[in-house]
């Protein structure tokens, strides 16, 4: 083999050694993870921000319904509560008209044939309220005691007189089962107008 030859040769040799020794250092590091840990691939220690670009801003709509969902639950409770509660004043207030109406009927009957002013003229006195207190209304507190030893009912008369002396109104009021000692104080509300004035006036009072 002459010189020239020799020397391509050798070119040729050189230059394919660099080759494979590139390649063999690219495979080198593409197995480093499976060497040595010092030979491992790196990380920062700078997290990378979100990508705020796909915030809403707004709850997912399956929270956001549960939300108001929820929300109307309450007020839904709340008003349920407040119709109960008002439903319950009314009943009470029925109540309370049915017994005293009953109480009045009960006193008009048991005076019906008393004559003269009754058994229990002392047993029985009256006090007026404040018409501040009342609306304007003339308001009569009858108390009523069982000065007797025995349980015992009363019933009492009432008139509203004017200045003339003549009966304007007259209303029937009562306690039963009264006990020996124990007191009522059942009201008395006069359903005239506050003009003129009139003036109420025990007039019967019966123990039965």
């Known amino acids: 083999m002459n010189r ?15 080759v494979l020794g590139g390649l063999g250092a690219a495979g080198l590091v593409s197995c480093g993870t499976d060497g040595d840990a010092n ?11 979100p990508d705020t670009a796909s915030f809403s801003g707004a709850l997912p709509s399956s929270v956001a319904s549960s939300a108001q969902a929820a929300i109307e639950s309450a007020k839904a409770s709340a008003s349920s509560a407040a119709a109960s509660a008002s439903a319950r004043e009314a009943s009470r207030k029925a109540s309370i008209g049915a017994d005293v ?18 058994n229990a003229v002392g047993e029985v006195s009256m006090t007026g309220k404040p018409r501040t207190e009342t609306g304007g209304r003339l ?41 020996p000692g124990e007191r009522a104080q059942p009201l008395v509300i006069s359903r005239q107008p506050a003009e003129p004035i009139l003036t109420p006036r025990l007039t019967k009072a019966q123990r039965y």
């Open 4 to 18: 020239s030859s020799s020397r391509g040769v050798r070119l040729v040799t050189a230059a394919a050694a660099v």
């Open 39 to 49: 030979t491992g691939p790196t990380f920062t220690d700078r997290p990378t921000a």
């Open 101 to 118: 109406e009953r109480s009045r009927k009960a006193a008009e009957d048991a005076l019906k044939n008393v004559q003269g002013r009754g």
């Open 139 to 179: 308001t009569v507190v009858v108390s009523i005691t069982n000065k007797t030893d025995a349980t015992a009912s009363y019933a009492a008369q009432v008139d509203f007189i004017d200045d003339s002396g003549k009966v304007v109104e007259t209303q029937f009021v009562g306690a039963e089962d009264l006990a």
